[in-house]
């Protein structure tokens, strides 16, 4: 059942009261993710009524879902004082402005620890709060190329791919940040203390690729696109494409799902016995493509389901929810005509709960934060919070 903005939430985090500063990208996605595990997540929007984000309904705008909107004038003295005063009885603060911006409105970490001493204060940027970039724009693409990671992805002979922005905004950035305030909540049990958690999104991604500077170092990884084990330098980990234009994933790389892999193809045993022989892989990819062009994407899907060749239909974004074993987990759900994947992690005695729309009721939320209907209203007529 989908969750709401307030009331007794189900999820590890249930009891965990949140403010996220309105943004975009890994600051929200983290906010629904927190919001999912039963914490509840209030956002702070601009009082002036914020375009969504590539004008997306309400009820397809996965960064408000969960949440309770609450619109407050910064601008003023009384908003700053009101937002402080519920960063002070708040868990965690999130926020993914450029260093300074929360100092210049007041609402920096030295004068909201001041007020909260147990805050976790969660600061999301893309180069830090510190270094000779750390007050420049950028994005995902930004900073993987800044990493070294953007260099790794694109085929041999081609220019660097994108990858979405899944790496550096949701990896290095989302993933980090919640891992931070996450563990400063721990420590918080043993000490009684907040802290600022740093989560730079330059940082995060560099950390995902942790294990191919090892492999640089140790001398097995070459710089050059395509030319390694897991960037399709080799032909049994690579994608092909098929007799009806669609494409499969081939990674076999171990010998016995690679031998599983040759005998259903099947692949002359000549390449099937030299797996690991890089002067037999020019031949061994073009033997491989010839084959799976022989034959539609499902065909090859529904040959190799029951095996451990590791091979798996290229499935669009549209297509995953119906696969049978996504189905099986109830991996996705739909609701008021939105798909989308069900709340992850799963825990076997605190699940979480997937997030209906936002909550936009601001008398409400000031309610939670032990602020009175008569002070709530007085603060709407002010002007001090959105009606």
Known sequence: MAGNGTGNKPGPLAGLTVVEMAGLGPVPLAGLILAELGARVVRVERLAREQAFLNLPPEFDLDRHGREILRIDLKRPEGTALLLGLIGKADILLEGFRPGVMERLGLGPDVALARNPGLVYGRMTGFGQDGPLANRAGHDLTYLALTG??????????????????????GGGTMFLIAGVLAALVEKDRSGRGQVVDAAMVDGASMLAAPFFGFLAAGIWREGRGSNLLDSGTPFYDTYECADGGFVAVACLEPQFFAEFCRLLPL???????????????AMREAIATRIATRGRDEWAALFEASDACVAPVLSLAEAPGHPHNRARDLHATTNGLTRPNPAPRFSRTP?????????????????FGIDADEAERLASAGIVGQ
Request: proline fraction near 11%.
């Open 149 to 170: 990671v953007l260099s790794a992805i694109g085929p041999k002979g081609g220019k660097p791919v994108p990858p979405l922005n899944l790496a550096a905004d949701y």
């Open 268 to 282: 002359p045993e000549a390449f099937a016995n030299a797996q690991y022989d890089q002067s037999r892989w020019p």
């Open 352 to 368: 979480g709960a997937r997030s209906g729309e936002a909550l936009r009721d601001a008398a409400a939320t000031l309610s939670g």
